[in-house]
Antibody
Framework: QVQLVQSGAEVKMPGASVRVSCKAS????????IHWVRQAPGQGLEWMGR????????NYAQSFQGRVTMTNDTSISTAYMELSRLKSDDTAVYYC????????????????WGQGTLVTVSS | EIVLTQSPATLSFSPGERATLSCRAS??????LAWYQHKPGQAPWLLIY???NRATGVPARFSGSGSGTDFTLTISSLEPEDFAVYYC???????????FGQGTRLEMK
């Protein structure tokens, strides 16, 4: 069965960077986009961007441009999301989720999601 | 930029009742709309994609309708496990992006 397993909770100082990992299993990792979505406490869902694991191509939400970097390691079926210059309002649960088949440029509503990773930014 | 408006923010129903949730787009988005259920401590669950298609494993009591700017998620007979937050979500192919509504909390009366 399709599974996305994310790395554990992180606590970071303001100004630092955080990297969250997302290990895929149950399907061919390079066959589908991986999206990243976050939810701040008491807030709704916010899309951050997506990566095509087959070619490494990325699309980022404008609000995260310049601060987010999405990468992947196909040898271990793992996607990564790194967010830099952290601020207190980056405190959130970060989710990875599977998107459209990577042979297409189109966007699909993500179907399988990881369990979420809590990132806390605090001094 | 497309804005999705979900109203009201909270709805109260009893189990067994029919619930209708609304999502309005700031401009026409064809049928590029999905619905998710989200419970605390869990990952969001895709219910409906492309406005009216049930995702794999979703019970038949969930249905979606609409096109253009107005969309509806209907739960025909509420089960206790259906009380959660529901998000509508728009997918755009160009530029590639995803936008969520602010959510509607479905609470038990």
């Amino acid at each position: 069965q399709v599974q996305l397993v994310q790395s554990g909770a992180e606590v970071k100082m303001p100004g630092a960077s955080v990297r969250v990992s997302c290990k895929a299993s149950g399907y061919t990792f390079t066959d589908y986009y991986i999206h990243w979505v976050r939810q701040a406490p008491g807030q709704g869902l916010e899309w951050m961007g997506r990566i095509n694991p087959n070619i490494g191509g990325t699309n980022y939400a404008q609000s995260f441009q310049g601060r987010v970097t999405m990468t992947n390691d196909t040898s271990i079926s793992t996607a990564y999301m790194e967010l830099s210059r952290l601020k207190s309002d980056d405190t959130a649960v970060y989710y990875c989720a599977r998107g459209a088949p990577s042979v297409y440029a189109r966007v699909a509503s993500p179907d399988y999601w990881g369990q979420g990773t809590l990132v806390t930014v605090s001094s | 930029e497309i804005v999705l408006t979900q109203s009201p923010a909270t709805l109260s129903f009893s189990p067994g009742e029919r619930a209708t949730l609304s999502c309005r787009a700031s401009q026409s988005i064809s049928n590029f709309l999905a619905w998710y259920q989200h419970k605390p401590g869990q990952a969001p669950w895709l219910l409906i994609y492309d406005a009216s298609n049930r995702a794999t494993g979703v019970p038949a009591r969930f249905s979606g309708s609409g096109s253009g700017t107005d969309f509806t998620l209907t739960i025909s007979s509420l089960e206790p496990e259906d009380f959660a937050v529901y998000y509508c979500q728009h997918r755009s192919n160009w530029p590639p992006s995803i936008t969520f509504g602010q959510g509607t909390r479905l609470e038990m009366k």
